[in-house]
């Protein structure tokens, strides 16, 4: 859901010249400045290297739900695809700036009680191991999908759906606290290209970087 917020806003923004995704399948947007790679095998990108190199910022917007998934499993797509890309990536383009979408309550202590917390936080510390230029952990909360953007997570959908009426209140309550896919894009657009005061940014560091 962030991803396709993010890629909206690199298509449309007149200062990014060419933007690449990379998945399993194909986005099924066109747009004349996008290239779309297929690649089945996210855990290693050594056949599409050539692909990857010349970019200025990297938007992993990549995740699943932990619901149901044991510990190990989890680990093996959220710190085992994302530190594949990165690794690559770092090697490829040093000067890049890497932007990671984790979550609010994600745990760099590597230690609490929560395994998604855990494994998040695992990997936001090795993200900030690697020879980029730079890497920002992003952390939102709440996200309110705006432009008919949709989970692919059924329960989020419905989620979403049930708290849609709520959330003018929830905004007033809690300011800052809730954000929009457009606004996480226009986000990581800015940090990519200004950067931030700090490396881990909560919701209202998000909130406040889209402007």
């Given at each position: 859901m962030v991803g396709q917020g993010v890629l909206r806003e690199c298509l449309l923004d007149s200062g990014v010249e060419l933007v690449k995704t990379v998945g399993r399948a194909a986005t099924s947007v066109e747009y004349p400045k996008l290239r779309e790679?297929?690649?089945?095998?996210?855990?290693d990108y050594t056949s599409i290297e050539s692909e990857l190199s010349g970019f200025d910022a990297c938007f992993f917007c990549l995740g699943v739900s932990a619901g149901g998934m044991k510990e190990?499993?989890?680990?093996?797509?959220?710190?085992?695809?994302?530190?594949?890309?990165?690794?690559?990536?770092?090697?490829?383009?040093?000067?890049?700036?890497?932007?990671?979408?984790?979550?609010?309550?994600?745990?760099?202590s590597e230690k609490g009680?929560?395994?998604?917390?855990?494994?998040?936080?695992?990997?936001?510390?090795?993200?900030?191991?690697?020879?980029?230029?730079?890497?920002?952990?992003?952390?939102?909360?709440v996200i309110e999908?705006?432009?008919?953007?949709?989970?692919r997570t059924a329960a989020y959908r419905?989620?979403?759906?049930?708290?849609?009426?709520?959330?003018?209140?929830?905004?007033?309550?809690f300011p800052g606290s809730i954000l929009t896919t457009e606004q996480?894009?226009?986000?990581?657009?800015?940090?990519?290209?200004?950067?931030?005061?700090?490396?881990?940014?909560?919701?209202?560091?998000?909130?406040a970087s889209a402007g």
């Open positions: 790679v297929i690649h089945a095998n996210l855990w190990a499993d989890y680990a093996h797509v959220t710190y085992g695809i994302t530190l594949a890309a990165a690794e690559t990536l770092s090697r490829l383009n040093p000067h890049m700036t890497f932007i990671y979408v984790s979550g609010a309550g994600t745990d760099t009680r929560m395994m998604w917390a855990r494994v998040k936080g695992r990997t936001e510390n090795a993200l900030q191991k690697l020879p980029f230029q730079a890497a920002y952990m992003f952390r939102p909360g999908p705006m432009h008919g953007i949709r989970s419905v989620l979403y759906k049930l708290a849609k009426p709520l959330l003018p209140a929830l905004r007033w309550a996480i894009g226009r986000a990581m657009l800015e940090v990519a290209r200004n950067g931030a005061p700090k490396r881990i940014l909560e919701s209202k560091d998000i909130n």
